[in-house]
């Protein structure tokens, strides 16, 4: 499943930019034994991107690229999320403020939604690219709820349970589209649900592997740098 789900990205000054070093978290998309692709998640200051390449899906049904960028300062954020594959071409840009979309731009026009309209957008979200940071980032626990907007659908992730499989902290989380589009057309996925499961020895804690699972689909990210 190409998972948009998504962190945030902020522009420092130049010179703090240059002198930052970028900080990769990179998982293979696994379907049971075959690896579709790969998703990389970067951080450098206070600028975040994150990367999925779709490029071995069965038939190539759903090969692609999704490369987001979040980039602002303080509550400001401006996200940009370009999708590219052999069925179409999206841009999504997004310009966020206090936790609300203040200005949203879909092309193709074909690919708007009711959800393009800022009016229709819930208070409180991220867009995709913080999103998936504040999975990567989360510390002392399980990550909180967040709703996430990427100019087309509102996507709310909500933790359900904890525990412990011996191989680290599990947490699950079910995965929502609650406005809007589902993913994946013509399979219009709407909800799923993810377990994350995070490494807290030497007293840190990292998370290691995203599984996801929607009717009899089940893919799972592991770690890889």
């Known amino acids: 499943m190409h998972i948009r789900i998504t962190t945030r990205l902020l522009c420092v000054s130049g010179a703090l930019a240059l002198a930052t070093t970028a900080a990769a978290d990179t998982f293979s998309v696994n379907l049971g034994t075959k690896t579709l692709g ?125 525990g412990n499989d011996g191989q680290g902290l599990v947490c699950d989380v079910d995965y929502s589209v609650i406005a809007g589009p589902g993913h994946l057309s013509p399979l219009l996925v709407k909800s799923a649900r993810m377990q994350l499961t995070y490494d807290q020895s030497g007293g840190a804690q990292r998370l290691v592997r995203i599984r996801l699972r929607s009717g009899i689909f089940s893919v799972t990210l592991d770690r890889t740098g």
């Open 38 to 162: 790969q998703l990389t998640y970067r951080q450098a200051g206070a600028e975040e991107t994150l990367v999925s390449r779709l490029d071995n899906t069965p038939l190539g049904v759903f090969n692609g690229v999704f490369n987001g960028t979040s980039r602002g300062k303080g509550n400001a954020h401006a996200f940009t999320g370009i999708s590219k594959s052999s069925r179409k071409n999206r841009r999504a840009e997004v310009q966020m403020a206090g936790g609300r979309a203040v200005s949203t731009k879909v092309t193709p026009e074909e690919e708007i939604t009711d959800l393009s309209d800022i009016q229709n957008v819930p208070a409180n979200v991220v867009d995709p690219v913080q999103g998936f940071g504040h999975l990567t980032t989360a510390t002392g626990g399980c990550p909180s709820a967040i709703r996430m907007y990427d100019g087309r659908r509102v996507i709310a992730l909500t933790p359900t349970g904890q």
